[in-house]
């Protein structure tokens, strides 16, 4: 299906939104998960910091206020639809655009430096800034557009190892709490701990990232993976790190695992974590020209 010129403006317009909108309104299921934690909390330091995370909620969407003063890396995950006819390259300068314009027309802080000089185009764009990833979905007539501005808080507690198959099942799990105990209260726990397993070493971190985007609740497919979430969801909890790392029975929100098939003499594992505000925020094209929001 060709679509029409007029989709690139849309889309432009679609993730100038998807930016502004993101940093204001928590997800819904992400807000839920912290009321349930906040209702199970016994002690008071953590009862309090709840409440000032609900406080901040409510007037992130009520005020459309900031929650968070960290406006993030920008980070789309773009899904085509297998039958939409799109210029990649035009696509590709819609989301840019879009981005400079949040940060323009808001205005945002931008958080965006060039690595060694610390040079700052007040744009929160930047070489291979914002960061795109592509996916293909059969059968489709949707651009599904899935935002996230990554805050360096948690994005800086980022770990990744290349295991060896001897490690096994109990090398991973031991990893990912060593990495969840030494990042202690750095993330803004409670967090949403992604888990990559597998692949090469720049997939399994990838893997690790989009783990965190999946919505509070949802499992992974295969049921040796699901098990291993909750497990370890279970034990992250025990460690009374909870919120802001000031004591608690929630250290993390939830337990995502990604996972693809690696090479024999490889077991490779990256944790990304990402902090209690969790933001992210979806727009769904239709060629049509029709804009569905979601989370
Ligand atoms: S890690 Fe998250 S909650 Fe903490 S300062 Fe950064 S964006 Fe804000």
């Known amino acids: 299906m060709e679509v029409p010129e007029s989709i ?11 930016y502004i909108k993101s940093l204001k309104e928590i997800p819904p299921d992400v807000v839920e998960a912290i009321r349930r934690a906040a209702a199970t909390e016994t002690l008071e330091v953590a009862k309090r910091i709840f409440s000032h995370y609900l406080q901040s909620i409510d007037l992130g969407r009520e005020q459309k206020m900031i929650v968070c003063q960290d406006t993030g890396i920008p980070i789309y995950w773009v899904k085509i639809g297998g039958n939409l006819r799109l210029d990649g390259a035009k696509l590709d300068d819609a989301i840019v655009r879009g981005t400079e314009r949040a940060t323009r027309e808001h205005p945002l802080r931008s958080s965006i430096v060039s690595p060694l000089r610390r040079e700052n185009r007040q744009t929160n764009c930047g070489e291979r800034i914002p960061i795109i990833h592509y996916e293909f979905q059969r059968d489709s007539d949707v651009l599904d557009i899935l935002f996230m501005p990554k805050g360096s808080g948690s994005e800086n507690m980022s770990f990744m190892k290349m295991l060896v198959p001897a490690d096994g099942v109990n090398g991973i799990k031991r990893f990912v709490l060593e990495m969840v105990v030494g990042a202690g209260p750095k993330p803004c726990p409670p967090t949403i701990v992604g888990i990559g397993i597998g692949g090469s070493s720049d997939l399994c971190m990838t893997l690790a990232k989009k783990a965190t985007t999946r ?24 460690t009374g790190i909870g919120p802001q790392g000031l004591g608690g029975n929630t250290t993390a929100l939830a337990v995502h695992i990604e996972s693809a098939w690696t090479h024999i003499t490889c077991n490779p594992v990256a944790v990304n974590m990402q902090c209690w505000r969790a933001e992210r925020r979806r727009a769904r094209i239709h060629a049509d020209g029709r804009v569905e929001e979601g989370f």
């Open 8 to 18: 690139y403006p849309l889309i432009e317009n679609a993730c100038r939104d998807l």
């Open 215 to 238: 919505p509070l609740g949802s499992r992974n497919s295969d049921s040796e993976m699901a098990a291993l979430e909750l497990e370890l969801l279970d034990a992250i909890n025990q």
